[in-house]
């Protein structure tokens, strides 16, 4: 099928048939025609539909639901969800019974390709996840529902997990839940994290992670760094009965935050430190990685060592930026200024990172979208 594209008076002409668009419509649709074939997320849609502009992600949803009624008087034209990364262009044109792509049925390309985005996952490559996410149409293969979430999530796709009808909000709290820990008040946090531990309101692994390793940070952030101390050793039973080799990384690192902010001595912070940077030669996480940099600053910071402490947070951030975990970087922050409100650094340094994580907090929508997110937790709480 051929278009053809009026950019003077916004209409679309395919079959005899000519449709009138609003301007941003048109936009929208002459991007895609002209890379049809090509899957594009939102937040590639609003840097090439909407340049200059400050839309929010949930712009893109609202006209591609309108161009996908308007064009539906045209046979076989559409636009695709590419579920976990966002929207094509389809055509008409190919030979009836025939699949563009048969290997998409393929369950063995499916086990591989979810054992490749796995991998990636592990080792905190979000820009390979996003990247093998945006080619499932040229490559032939179809992400499971429960990958679509993470890619949300890997790439701050706040609004999309907040107002969703595509999954559940049970398959969304967990990822939810994380951007509400990490964005307010460490103990009001501490008290949610409590409540939802207590009622059990996750699925069986969520609830595991919350329960040996989410809380041990808002533990010690909230000022009871001496309760994470304690529940570490549950937290490395846990670890190792279940065989989760690849939770040891984060759990050393966050190990050593606790003893750090509980004013552990020398001699533990050390052992910690060694260990950390042993289990990184062998995993050499990405997001592991930068963490470890960041809280690295954090001890520095302690000795009041301000321009190496300084490197070294700038290290961890920008190696953080280049996983494009999105979430990560946000929770870095986050461990930064509220470790700084507990041991003040000169006032240039601690204001620094705090421009920085309000820079963060607006880029990923937290401002905006805060009160929904309480409003939802509120109400999660009082129904259960």
Known sequence: MQLELDGSEYTVTAGGITITLLPKEFALLQFLYRNRGRTFSREQLLDHVWPLEYPVERTVDDHIYRLRKKLAVLSGLGIRTVRGFGYSLTLPGTPAGV???????????????????????????????????????????????????????????????LHTEEVP????????????????????????CEQIIERQLLYPEYQLELEILTILDLFTLAGQPERAVERLEHSYQVIAELGYENFIPVTLITELFVHLVAGTGDDKLNRVDEAIAAVLQEKPFLRE??????????????????????????????????????????????????????????????????????????QSGLNRMEKPLEHLMQQLLKSL
């Open 99 to 161: 699949m563009i792509n048969p290997t998409t049925n393929d369950l063995e390309l499916r086990e591989t390709m979810r054992g490749v985005f796995s991998k990636f996952h592990v080792y905190g490559q979000g820009k390979s996840m996003l990247t093998l996410a945006r080619q499932q149409d040229i490559l032939g293969f179809e992400l499971d529902p429960e990958y679509s979430m993470v890619i949300h999530f890997v790439q701050g796709d706040l609004d999309w997990l």
């Open 169 to 192: 909000l049970k398959d969304r709290l967990f990822y939810l839940l994380l951007y509400h820990f990490f964005s307010g008040d460490p103990k009001e946090r501490l008290a949610y």
């Open 289 to 362: 990685i930068g963490s470890y940099k960041v809280v690295k600053g954090l001890w520095s910071l302690r000795l009041e060592h301000w321009q190496e402490s300084e490197n070294l947070l700038d290290e961890g951030l920008q190696v953080l930026e280049m996983s494009e975990f999105v979430p990560l970087r946000l929770y870095a922050l986050y461990r930064i200024v509220h470790f700084c409100r507990m041991f003040p650094p000169s006032k240039k340094l601690q204001r620094k990172y705090e421009d920085l994580f309000a820079l963060e907090l607006e």
